[in-house]
């Protein structure tokens, strides 16, 4: 069967914001505007718990108002098919943001009015250089008091770094928010009312001013410039075609359809970064920023297709999306609930059908397409077929985890893989029923096969489960989350920092194990140099002996013996990370010597060495951001400077104030208590895992007697 929709009607867009900036609210208004929802449900009514929207489904959501889970939702615009995934805002589920970039087309990016760019919408914003998502930004929250698009512009420019081209101009702000200048199209657009369902009113650009009654507050100077930036507009649009911009010049004409083509291949090669303005919440800009979609986002492959990468991950090739091509697709979400596991994916290439077989290619296992789902939130839709271009999750498929490649078996390959960060923090889990073991370790299996950001181990001395992940936030939903979708009730250890160990120097050094029980003894000797590596080296092992002083057969138990003992180093037992282990030389006996000889030695030449070494323990630093009041300042700085902080960065945002500094993450559980009673709750921080680095020579003690309380 022939494709029922060209990919060129397609448009794979991601939602991203600062946490609270209104992606929910928008996300819901698409889907009302596109005819898939009837009725408004706001996330003010969820947080009172008068209803729920789409997107927002999971109880803890309603509870803490925050969109944990990424929700892929499909809609309808002006004959094109709009997948739309909204991501949380809170920097704990950056991970969330991360996979969701990894395979969207384009992203809309939601900023606060009055807040303008924040610290999240920096992060995200890296995230999609990285990742080269065109962008198009979204001034929300226009009808707030305080609300400013020239601060929020000047913040896009400056902070953001990105060629701000202003499509729309708000006509009026806070509760005198009326509506737009649409500086494409030349016209302004004023609404009847607040009403969902109002309709706007197309006024020429130069009769705007004459029909606006407010006064010249700061933020409507921009009535009295619009001629001119509309000029400024045309001027940088127009520049990306030669022969558009020469007429442009010298008749003061131009090709609307041009215009928007410029726009759009600007915005395509990242080169220019739209902005439009709204107000959500009040109904105002949402179908402008649909029309925006359609015309500047890129279709599925119109900015390239997805790297192919051998087993090291080195880029062997380029997967063009295509229908014409063998099945491939990337799993980028993972979810369990009630009725099974969802497997969300990204197609790329070719069709796959119900009842079809795949390959994982990264795992090496066969998969079954069973059935085939379009999600709407919480709500599924069956379908028969998925297509290059595609998002879809499969229902039941057994081995595919995220970020893992799906192919067709004959064709199989390798889709550049996610990065995921190593997370920082930990907690030990145990039952809340001790009848529970078995349900409590295969609900935290699911939690994280679904969560690449987190990590589960056992504690060797203790026995204890430890689940690892970003922050205390991330670990108390998860928690939360296997309580209420798996129904497994877990209690939490406190929170530890996930300390690391390293080399303080290279050392050289031979351990001899001699050991005569009865009749046959055992007998083995190694000589290795420990050498640090560079932050991200990982652990490197050579096998550098000559002469056969160590026979071949031995040399596994010693690399396996050196690796597996670095996961307890001898400072305080933490992983040891970042050195090289050169085997150089030993000795064997005919007789007595083995694996098990070998594997002793080398892992009490391992423990020598590093005690040897001036070992050093490393601690991860976190990037902190704090807005307050201005008169807060002061007492802010005077805490992080005690938490054993550094102030990078503060400033002013108009009557607020924020600061920006790395602190250890120790130093931090709980920072939201202080910063509540500091600012008399009026603070707001976010803290993400910067860099490992020495603990200071005096605080190791210290910091592991804190630990072990
Ligand atoms: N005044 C005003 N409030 C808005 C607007 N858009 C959203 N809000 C409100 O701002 C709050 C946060 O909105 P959400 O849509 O939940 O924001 P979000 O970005 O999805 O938040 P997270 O999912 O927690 O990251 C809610 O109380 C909304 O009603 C707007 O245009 N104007």
């Not at 990468?309 to 880029?315: F, I, K, L, S, W």
């Not at 400033?651 to 104030?657: I, Q």
Request: glycine share 8%; charged share 30%.
């Amino acid at each position: 069967m022939a494709r029922k929709k060209p990919l060129t009607l397609y448009r794979n867009i991601g939602i991203i914001a600062h946490i609270d900036a209104g992606k929910t609210t928008t996300t819901e208004r698409i889907l009302y505007y596109t005819g898939r929802k009837h009725q408004i449900i706001d996330v003010h009514d969820t947080k009172d718990g008068k209803g729920s929207t789409t997107t927002d489904y999971m109880e803890q959501e309603r509870k803490r108002g925050i969109t944990i889970q990424s929700a892929a939702v499909t809609a309808e615009w002006k004959g094109h098919q709009i997948n739309v995934i909204d991501t949380p805002g809170h920097v704990d589920f950056t991970i969330e943001v991360n996979r969701s970039l990894r395979v969207l087309d384009g992203a809309v990016v939601v900023f606060d009015g009055v807040a303008g760019v924040e610290p999240q919408t920096e992060t995200n914003w890296r995230l999609a250089d990285q990742y080269k998502v065109p962008r198009i930004c979204y001034v929300n929250k226009m009808d707030r008091i305080g609300a400013s698009f020239a601060h929020c512009v000047k913040g896009i420019r400056e902070r953001l770094g990105a060629n701000a081209l202003l499509c729309q101009v708000p006509l009026g702000s806070s509760d005198e928010f009326v509506g737009m200048a649409d500086l494409v199209a030349g016209v302004g657009y004023l609404w009847a009312s607040d009403d969902k369902d109002s309709v706007w009113e197309t006024v020429p650009l130069d009769e705007i001013k004459a029909r606006l009654t407010f006064g010249a507050s700061a933020d409507n100077a921009w009535i009295a410039d619009l001629p001119k930036l509309r000029q400024d507009l045309l001027e940088t649009a127009l520049a990306l075609d030669d022969d558009a911009f020469e007429r442009l010049l010298n008749t003061g004409e131009f090709d609307p359809a041009v215009l928007k083509q410029c726009i759009r291949r600007g915005t395509v090669t990242g080169e220019l970064v739209p902005v439009l303005c709204g107000s959500s919440y009040k109904n105002k800009g949402v179908q402008q920023l649909l029309d925006a979609v359609v015309d500047y986002l890129p279709y599925p492959g119109e900015n390239g297709g997805i790297a192919m990468v051998d087993e090291d991950g080195n880029v062997i090739g380029e997967q063009v999306v295509t229908d014409d091509a063998p099945a491939r697709a990337l799993a980028f979400k993972v979810i369990n609930d009630q009725f099974g596991t969802l497997t969300f994916c990204r197609i790329y290439s070719g069709v796959i059908k119900k009842g079809d077989t795949l390959l994982n290619v990264t795992r090496g296992k066969k998969e079954r397409v069973g059935r085939i789902v379009e999600v709407q939130a919480d709500d599924t839709r069956e379908i028969d077929e998925v297509r290059a271009g595609d998002i879809c999750a499969f229902v039941s498929m057994k081995d595919t985890e995220t970020g893992d490649s799906l192919a067709d078996p004959a064709h199989p390959a390798l889709l550049e893989r996610m990065r995921f960060p190593d997370p920082v923090i930990s907690v030990s889990v145990e039952p809340k029923n001790r009848n529970d073991v078995d349900k409590l370790s295969s609900a935290l299996y699911k939690m994280v096969k679904a969560d690449p950001s987190l990590k589960l181990e056992v504690d060797q001395e203790t026995g204890q489960t430890v689940l690892k992940g970003m922050g205390e936030l991330h670990l108390e939903v998860t928690i939360d989350r296997m309580r209420t979708e798996l129904g497994v009730e877990a209690n939490m250890g406190k929170p530890r920092v996930s300390f690391r160990e390293a080399f303080g120097k290279t050392v050289e050094h031979t351990y001899t194990h001699k050991k005569q029980t009865g009749g046959s003894g055992q007998f083995a000797e190694v000589t290795m140099i420990f050498e640090p590596g560079e932050p991200g080296s990982g652990v490197v092992f050579s096998d550098e002996v000559v002469g056969g002083r160590v026979p071949r057969e031995y040399i596994p138990a010693v690399e396996h013996s050196v690796k597996a003992e670095s996961q307890e180093g001898q400072v305080a037992g933490y992983e040891v990370v970042d050195f090289k282990a050169r085997l150089i030389d030993g000795k064997y006996h005919d007789v007595d010597s083995s694996a098990l000889a070998f594997e002793i030695a080398a892992r009490q030449c391992f423990r020598e060495a590093q005690k040897l070494s001036k070992p050093k323990l490393l601690e991860p630093i976190m990037h902190l951001e704090v807005v307050m009041e201005a008169d807060y300042l002061g007492d802010v700085i005077g805490d992080i400077n005690r938490r054993r902080g550094t102030v990078s960065d503060q400033g002013h945002k108009g009557s607020s104030a924020f600061v920006q500094g790395f602190v250890p993450l120790a130093e931090m559980f709980g920072y939201i208590n202080f910063l509540r009673s500091a600012t008399r709750g009026r603070g707001t921080f976010t803290m993400e895992f910067d860099h490992y680095e020495d603990v200071p020579a005096g605080m190791v003690e210290k910091l592991m007697e804190k630990e072990a309380k």
